[in-house]
């Protein structure tokens, strides 16, 4: 029984990576403790489970205490459970990550963060963070970079309509490299496939998601999923290298029938 009873001598924490994007620059939320272990020193919004929580809960409860956010997409990406990795005691974190538009929510520090700010995660990951959050961190920003090579990721971070020079920057910022300009645009336009459109209209901006319009004869309404087409392009633009800048393409379509 003595045996069985040291299983039960661990506890659980939970860790927020929360991601903005801004400025053509992407950061990511952290905390400055204001209490032991590791006083004074910047880390992740996170702290320890209540036994009667579960994980999504807590992970909730804390962004909020910590941070003041409150209705953020949590997602769960890893488990963190190295022996040392909390000097008091045995303390195994779950990571989760979520991408917002930093304009849209207001950061407030209460309980035992000091100060609460963004940073960019190039100079947050060359720093020295809380525990072993430096790990965390890395793991979240790979999983992020894995993830926007094939699902419409951190459309969310951009305006409702945008420019193909800021979905550019925002693919960058994430992937940590220059794409060609030319090559970047070519492939986009060439996934919204303009012959397929009956009306290339003077807007300055490529819609998000999908558009509404009006099919012609039975007054049926068709969407197009513009963000998977591009999703597409980016599939096959990533990872080219920089080059000449091509002319400032915006568009805005409407689909024929």
Known sequence: MKEVSNFFKSAFS?????????????????IKRGADPFKGLWGLPGDLVYPNEGLETAANRVLLELTGLQK????????FGAVDRHPLGRVITIAY????????????????????????????QAQKLAFDHNDILTKCVNTLKTRVRYRPVGFELLPPKFTLTELQHLYEAILRTKLDKRNFRKKILTALRPDRFSKCSA????????????RKGD????????RL??????CMTLGATAGAAGPNLQMHWTKST
Request: net charge negative; hydrophobic share 45%; glycine share 6%.
């Open 14 to 30: 939970v860790d927020n990576v929360i991601f903005g994007f801004d400025e053509s620059d992407l950061k990511v939320l952290l």
């Open 72 to 79: 953020v997409y949590l997602e769960q990406v890893h488990t």
């Open 97 to 124: 990550f979520s991408l917002i538009k930093i304009s849209d929510f207001v950061i407030t520090p209460s309980s035992f963060a000091q100060k609460v700010s963004w940073h960019s995660v190039e100079k947050a």
């Open 203 to 214: 807007g300055n901006r490529v819609a998000d998601g999908t558009n509404d319009n009006q």
């Open 219 to 226: 007054g049926m309404t068709t969407r197009v999923s513009v």
């Open 229 to 234: 087409l591009i999703v597409w392009a980016l």
